[in-house]
C-alpha cells in the first residue's frame, strides 16, 4: 500500500500543513501504509516504512508545472500508481487574486483536467483559518457548491475533528456523488432545479433560504453570457416569490439543455461497440442516431423497405442481425401503417434478442412510464432490465439527449461486462444439437448445481468408451441405448430427463472420434476407417459416417476434407479435455503446452514480460526461468532464458502461484498483463482446467473494473 499528500498552500500556512499530515498519518495508519481506525499514539514507523509521500505546492508556478499524473507513480515504478491520493488545500492562497476562495479554483482544475480519468478516488480537503460560515459567506458564488460539498476543517476552532477526521475516507459512492453534483456543471444545475422546486412547494417560505438560492444560481451567469441569471438577486423585491422561482425553474431548464447540448459535446476517441437503432418513425429514428453519433462509430438503422410494413422487416432481420451487434435500442410499440398497434412489440424483440445474443445490451426508448416498463420487461426476462437502460420520450428530444448522455456510461460499463463474460469459456459444444436452448441450459444447469449427476454420467461414458477400447462393447450394453443419438429436431424441445438418458449415448460417440483424431495426423478421420471400426452391427444401428453425425448430432466443429473430416479440437466437455490430456502424456512423456494452439506463445509473453521479483517473491523463479542471474544483470528476460518443453501441469502451477498472491500490490497488474496476453488464445481450444484459471483472471479484473466504477 502506498499514500500520497499533495499539499496546496502559501508560504505562510506549508509547513504548519506538512507537520500537520506527518504527525497525524503517524497516529492513524499501519506500517503497511493504510489507514488505521484505531490511534496510535507511540508509532515509532518511520515515513519509509508506511510508504507516505507528500509533495507540497506553495506557488501558482509549481502548480501549472507539476504533472499529477506521473506524481501518483509509485517511484521507480512504471505503472503502478499510489493507493491513497489525499489534497490538503487552504482556501485563502492568494496566488493570483485576493479571493479566499481561489483554492477552491485548483481543486476544480486538478477534478476537471489533471487527474480526470485517474481511477483512484481523490480524498480532498480544505484547511482554512476562517470558521466555515464566514468563507462561504465570501465565497464566489460559482464555488459555493465546492465549498459545501468537500470536507473543510477551521484550523482554529476545530482541532479536536482534524485529530480524528482529518484522514477519514469518504465512499467511492460519495465522491462520484460530489462530481455528479458540485463539480459537473450539468449536474449543479440539476441540483439547483432540485432546490428550487422544493422552494417552490415548500410550506414554510424563508427568505432567507431563497435568496441564498438565487445567489447560487446568479453564480452560473459565467455559463449563459447573458445578465439573466445574474439579476435575479435583485428582481426578489420587485417580482412575487412565486414568480420568480418558477422563472428561476424555467431559466435553468433552459440552461442546462444549451450547456449540455452545445459544440461541447465532443467525444475523442468513440467508443467500438456496433449499435443497431430499432424505430418505426423516420424522423425519431434519424434523430437517435444523430444524437449517438458522437458516442459510436458504427450506428446502423432498420430501414422500411418497399412493399413491406416495417413489423415484417423487423421479423425477417432482427434474428439474422441481433448477433453483430453489442447495443440495440428499442421501442416498445410498433405500428402498423394505419396507426394500429402491430401484433409484435419491443418486448417480442427484446425475448428474440436475448435468445439468439444473450450477450447483447437492449436499451429501451419508450413514452410509457419507465416503472411500467420495467414491469413489463420481468415478464419475459426474470433477470429484469436495469433503470440506466430505460429511455423516456416523453420530456423530449432535448431530454433524452440528456438523459442518454448521463446514462451512457453505466451503458458502457454493461457492455463492457457483457463483452468480458463473452469470452469466458463455456465447457460444451456450441454446435449441432447443443446450439438447442435448452439443452445448453439443462448442460450447464447438471455441471454447475448437480455435478454429482453429471459426473456419474461422464464415468458411464468413459465405462462404455473403455469397453469399446477393449473391443467389448456391444450393441446391447447397458446405458448405451444401441448407440442411438437424439434427431435434430428435438434439439429446442429436449427435456431434462430425456437428455439425461441419452448423454451416455452421445457422450460415448464424442470420445470415439475424438479418439480417432488424435491418432490421425491433423486430426483427420477417414469416413471408411470409423465406419469398419465402429459403426458396425454388433456396436450400434448407426451407419454413416458424414456431417449428420458429426456436426448435427454430436456438436463436432469440423471441415470436409478429401475422404473424411478434419475434427477441430474445442468446445470440449472437461473429462474430453481431461482425456486428451493423458493422451498427449502417453505419447510425449508429458503433455505439453505446445499441444494447443497459441498456449505456448501465451505462456512465455507472460513469462518475459514479468518483473523477476514478482517470481522471486511467489518462489517459482526456477521452475521457469534459466541463467536467473544472468537475467538479474541484465534486468531484462529473454526468450532464451525461457525453460524448453513447459508442459500444462507447469502452466496450470503458474497460473494457480498468481492467483494466490491477489493481495499483493503489484497483482492488478498482472492480472491485466494476464488478460492482454490470454487474448490470442482461442479458449475454447485449451484445456478445461487451464481456462478454468484464465476464466478466474477475467472474473478478478472484472470484479475490480466495477468496484471502481461503482
Known sequence: MATKVFILANKNSAEFLEVLAKKLWNIFSEKDGRRSGVRKDNAVFSNAERYYLVKTIKDLDTFNKIDFKNEIKIKDGKHETVDKIFFFITPELFWKSGHLDEGYEYALDILNHRLVKD????????????????????????????????PFFDIIGEQERILSDLYKEYSPTHFHLIKKLAVSDTGYINYLLHDINGLINSSNPSQEKDRYALNCISGLGYLDGSNLLTDLPNKYTFISR????????????SLLIRVDNGD?????????????????????????KDMLAPFFNVIDLIETEKDKPFTQVLKEKIPKESENYEIIFLDLLYKNENGSWAEESGLDLYKNIKAKNRFCVTPIITSLPRAMVASLVKEVDETGIPYHLLFSKANGEDFLRLDLKDKLPDIIKTVQESEKQKKMFKPIPTEGIFKGLSVTSILLNLMKDEKGLYDSIANIALSLFNLFMEDRLSIDAKDWEKGKLPSPQTKDNINKNYLIKKL?????????????????????????????????????????????????????????????FKIEFKNFFPHEWEYISKFNINRDGKDLVNNYEGLELFFREVLMDLRVYEF??????????????????????????????????????????????????????????????????????????INVLLNKFEEIEMGCTIQQLQ
Do not use: W
Open 119 to 150: 481511477k483512484n478516488i481523490l480524498q480532498i480537503r480544505f484547511l482554512s483559518a476562517l470558521p466555515f460560515k464566514n468563507l462561504l459567506a465570501q465565497t464566489r458564488p460559482h464555488l459555493k457548491r465546492m465549498v459545501e460539498a468537500f
Open 242 to 253: 412565486a414568480d420568480i422561482l418558477k422563472n428561476c425553474s424555467s431559466l435553468l431548464n
Open 264 to 288: 461541447k459535446i465532443k467525444q475523442a476517441n468513440k467508443y467500438p461497440y456496433r449499435v443497431l437503432v430499432v424505430e418505426d418513425d423516420p424522423s425519431y429514428r434519424t434523430k437517435l
Open 504 to 564: 451416455p449415448s452421445i457422450l460415448t460417440h464424442r470420445l470415439m472420434v475424438i479418439d480417432f483424431a488424435l491418432k490421425n495426423e491433423n486430426n483427420i478421420i477417414e469416413a471408411s476407417d470409423y465406419q469398419d471400426k465402429v459403426m458396425k452391427e454388433s456396436i450400434c444401428n448407426l451407419t454413416k459416417f458424414d456431417k449428420a453425425y458429426l456436426n448435427t448430432k454430436l456438436g463436432f466443429n469440423i471441415k470436409k476434407v478429401t475422404n473424411g
Open 616 to 689: 522471486i517473491d511467489i518462489g517459482l523463479c526456477n521452475d521457469y526461468y534459466t541463467n536467473v542471474k544472468d537475467i538479474d544483470c541484465n534486468g531484462e528476460i529473454k526468450l532464451e532464458n525461457i525453460k524448453d518443453n513447459l508442459s500444462i501441469s507447469d502452466l496450470e502451477n503458474f497460473l494457480k502461484a498468481l492467483i494466490s498472491k491477489t493481495n499483493d500490490d503489484y497483482f492488478p497488474i498482472i492480472t491485466q498483463l494476464v488478460n492482454d496476453k490470454s487474448n490470442q488464445i482461442i479458449a475454447e481450444s485449451i484445456p478445461y482446467n
